[in-house]
């Protein structure tokens, strides 16, 4: 693979038969900490990552303890369909069975593989902007075309709007809360676009991979819904939430009929086996899952408060563990920040790639108080 200014070619004219070969653009993401700095200063902390919104609790011990009691298994195939997990899972979400349920190594493969089986040429998917990217580049992939949707005032969905112009779409992926904007939408109007599209044969993807952060879920997430809306598949993340980025788990939550169409189109073994009981150790601690949601509490409004004081800012409501941040008045760019900001050990997120988002808006995600105090520190420096 040649790395070339963003473009990868997936091999060079002079290799291989000559076939036309597919070029991408890379996909731009916060959390790239391996090409900003040496392993070294990210192992000793030198480097603070607010551009990837993973917890700074940290994962939980058990699941650490886990992971080394079961190196063992290395030498093993892990279970195919990771059953064991797609069992527990189900129990969690009360009223589902392991047929509901699939595993992705990381939701973002989940997100692939649905839309290599329900999108394809001649399908269109409805996206409302700003919204995480994946979605449109595993739609583009299967040859689908992509519609987006702007959103309300202060970023809220527009309801209405999609549901006007889901009548001409196979597809709508939503993302609650959503990347990068913070906002959470009630699930009675989630479901309102849900009722709407099982009447015109459309899919509903709702990626809740920030779900976990919220606290009152019951009122938000749509997992158990999956029971009553055979059109619609829900994804949840265990990277952000349990610090387990760099494992790779994921799940996702369906009909039966759904699951099934999943299962058939995805790799065998995609989950290695220490992920498959990370993840069980991480949902089986809730004691955990409330030490991060009490941190994050606590930092979120910390930092609402200390960034509201910032004159050039214009600072978002968020529902969730990340923050975005209009720039235009300081008159630097979200690039130019992020720029900065490494230069002082910190990585912040320039939100320029999103659809919907001018170039002046950067994106932090809660980090630790002393962390979030440097942050502060340096964005009051601008
Ligand atoms: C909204 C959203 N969904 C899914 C993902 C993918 O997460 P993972 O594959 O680590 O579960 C991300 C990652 O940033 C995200 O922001």
């Known amino acids: 693979m040649i790395l070339e200014g963003g473009v990868y070619n997936l091999l060079s004219s002079t290799q291989g038969p000559r076939t036309k070969l597919a070029t991408a653009r890379l996909p731009v993401h916060g ?86 089986v ?62 990068p904007t913070g906002t959470l ?17 459309s899919w509903v993807l709702i990626d809740e991979a920030f779900m976990d952060f919220i606290g009152n879920q019951k009122d938000y997430s749509l997992a158990r819904e999956v029971r009553r809306h055979n059109n619609l598949f829900v ?12 494992l790779r788990i994921g799940y996702g939550l ?15 073994w995609n989950v290695n086996c220490l992920a498959q009981v990370a993840a069980e150790a991480a949902l089986k601690d809730p004691k955990h899952a409330a030490r991060v949601r009490e941190h994050l509490l606590k930092e979120r409004s910390f930092m609402m408060r200390r960034l509201k004081t910032i004159p050039r800012l214009r600072v978002h409501d968020s529902k969730t563990n990340f923050i975005l941040i209009n720039t235009r008045e300081t008159g630097l760019t979200g690039k130019q920040i992020s720029e900065r900001s490494l230069k002082r050990g910190m990585m912040i997120r320039d939100c320029s790639s999103f659809r919907g988002l001018d170039k002046f808006y950067i994106r932090i995600s809660m980090k630790t108080r002393r962390q979030n105090m440097i942050l502060l520190d340096f964005l009051r420096s601008l």
């Open 31 to 116: 959390g790239n900490v391996w090409d900003a700095t040496s392993e070294f200063s990210i192992r000793t902390g030198k480097l603070i990552d607010f551009s990837s919104n993973i917890s700074p609790v940290g994962p939980p011990r058990k699941v650490l303890r886990t992971i080394k009691d079961n190196l063992w298994k290395l030498g093993y195939y892990p279970q195919v369909d990771s059953f064991n997990l797609r069992s527990l899972i189900a129990k969690k979400h009360k009223g589902l069975t392991s047929e509901n349920v699939i595993v992705g190594n990381g939701s973002c493969e989940l997100i692939y593989l649905f839309a290599d």
């Open 254 to 268: 369906g009909s039966s009929r759904i699951i099934e169409a999943l299962h058939s189109a995805k790799v065998p």
């Open 118 to 179: 329900f999108a394809q040429k001649g399908t269109t998917a409805l996206i409302p902007e700003p919204t995480f990217s994946e979605y449109e580049s595993a739609v583009r992939r299967t040859g689908g075309k992509v519609r987006g949707v702007m959103p309300k005032d202060n970023f809220n969905l527009d309801v209405k709007a999609i549901m006007d112009l889901a009548s001409d779409c196979n597809i709508v992926m939503i993302c609650n809360p959503n990347n």
């Open 235 to 246: 994804l949840r993340s265990l990277t952000k939430f349990y610090s387990l980025a760099g």
């Open 185 to 201: 939408i009630e699930r009675r109007e989630l479901l309102k676009i849900i009722d709407h599209a099982k009447d015109r044969d």
